[in-house]
């Protein structure tokens, strides 16, 4: 007779067991998603800001420049920023290749402010003035002394 009552199944204990479990299962899976997906917004995030900068290289680089050397850069810079930036800063873009088409001048001075501040905001570090100073040297050639 005793060993009629230990093979019984203990259903309270069992259904304890199974919603435990459940819910382990359920936390484990919903905790791996959103890791996942901050993994992913971080990653885009990542690739956006290195993307950018190197488009706000390329352009401060041209910038009051008298001649423009490369236009593999400003090509390369206007298309980064046309698929990385902010709808201000695709406008602003855009708005400046029309005119450089156009005229083979236009300021860069709004985008690269805008560019900057953006960028500034995101890696969360402090504003500053939206005065842009190019530094630009040119080493002057020495002559030499006619014989």
């Known amino acids: 007779m005793a060993l009629k009552n230990s ?3 203990n259903w ?3 259904w ?6 459940t819910v382990a299962f359920i936390g484990s899976w919903l905790a791996h998603f959103f890791a996942a997906r901050r993994d992913r917004k971080n990653k885009q995030r ?13 352009l401060e680089f041209i910038a009051n420049r008298p001649s423009l050397d490369d ?10 920023i046309q698929l990385f930036g902010t709808s201000s800063q695709v406008r602003l873009i855009q708005s400046f290749a029309t005119k450089f088409a156009t005229t083979q001048t236009a300021p860069l001075d709004t985008i690269l402010s805008e560019l900057r501040k953006d960028l500034r905001a995101e890696l969360q570090f402090e504003s500053v003035p939206d005065t842009l100073l190019f530094f630009r040297y040119e080493p002057h ?6 014989p």
Do not use: N
Request: net charge positive.
């Open 7 to 9: 093979k019984k199944m």
């Open 16 to 21: 304890q067991l199974l919603v435990t479990a």
């Open 12 to 14: 309270p204990l069992f």
């Open 71 to 80: 236009a593999k850069s400003i090509e390369s810079a206007v298309a980064d």
């Open 141 to 146: 050639k020495r002559t030499q002394p006619k």
């Open 46 to 58: 990542d690739l956006r800001i290195s993307f950018l900068i190197e488009a706000y290289r390329r």
